[in-house]
């Protein structure tokens, strides 16, 4: 490796030691990055696509109409297909964030009407839409999450 590329901060954590669950992984300025690992790394149990691009769609936009809608800056999925990634503007605390992140699980889960965004003018790849695999995923690690009250951090490990 070149000596002048360094590690982006996602790789000094290590993996073999990461459950599932939710976690800051990072601040820039005002942004704070939330991990959401709905599979535990390196276990061979990944999300399939499907899943992972039906989530992306609806909890993405059950976040973006939530109450903290103007400073969710991103969500969208890990490559490893272990999870996603939240970023939120820091004046919403992450003790509200995870509050927020249950209250729109939920909502995918109970959704019954079509995938937001699930035709050819708003999505790329439109066909590959699961719902109940989504519910399922969303199930699963509300779970995990459930639980906590606060949020972890990758130094906790």
């Keep these: 490796m070149n000596a002048a590329i360094k590690n982006i901060k996602s790789f000094l954590v290590d993996h073999t030691k990461l459950a599932e669950g939710i976690y800051i992984s990072r601040t820039d300025g005002d942004c704070i990055t939330y991990d959401l690992r709905f599979c535990r790394p390196n276990t061979g149990i990944l999300l399939e696509n499907a899943a992972i691009h039906t989530t992306e769609h609806m909890l993405a936009t059950f976040l973006r109409n939530s109450e903290i809608a103007d400073s969710v800056v991103y969500f969208g999925p890990m490559g490893c297909q272990t999870g996603f990634y939240l970023i939120v503007r820091d004046c919403v605390s992450p003790q509200k964030t995870l509050e927020v992140l249950k209250e729109c699980l939920v909502r995918v889960m109970e959704h019954e009407g079509a995938v937001f ?29 459930e639980g906590m009250d606060c949020v972890r951090t990758y130094e906790e490990i």
């Design 117 to 145: 965004g699930a035709s050819e003018k708003e999505c790329g790849n439109y066909r590959n839409l699961d719902l109940n695999l989504a519910k399922k995923s969303c199930g699963a690690y509300l779970s995990v999450i």
